[in-house]
């Protein structure tokens, strides 16, 4: 049984943080691009931040560089979304996938056909 299950969201102000968790059961990590998604009402998904289980190369989509981080831990079972200074934009259901490729690749739409296993997400809502 795969399985990816996400955690953390919530409630904040604006300015404010929330970490994320993506914490994979029935497999490693460890040979796939991880990525955290997000969708927010009547918009398209966006690709916001991905990590190679291998290189650990990280990418960010440019609207939050600097203020997310991606990790993921020692055991290769759980990845992170650290996330500061969120604005109301980021209001989002987001959600993890795992997939094959370039994990820089995986920010972008017409790539993400690659991603094979996603979580059910979870709601960050950010206002005041």
């Known amino acids: 049984q795969r399985q990816l299950v996400e955690s953390g969201g919530g409630l904040v102000q604006p300015g404010g943080s929330l970490r994320l968790s993506c914490a994979a059961s029935g497999f490693t990590l460890k040979y796939y691009s991880i990525g955290w998604f997000r969708q927010a009402p009547g918009k398209e998904r966006e690709g916001v931040s991905t990590?190679?289980?291998?290189?650990?190369?990280?990418h960010y989509m440019d609207s939050v560089k600097g203020r997310f981080t991606i990790s993921i831990d020692n055991a290769k079972t759980t990845v992170f979304l650290e996330m500061n200074s969120l604005k109301p934009e980021d209001t989002a259901v987001y959600y993890c996938?795992?997939?094959?490729?370039?994990?820089?690749?995986?920010?972008?739409?017409?790539?993400?056909?690659?991603?094979?296993?996603w979580g059910r997400g979870t709601q960050v809502t950010v206002s005041s």
């Open positions: 996938a795992v997939g094959t490729g370039d994990p820089e690749l995986l920010l972008h739409p017409a790539n993400q056909g690659n991603l094979e296993l």
């Open positions: 990590i190679s289980g291998s290189s650990m190369r990280t």
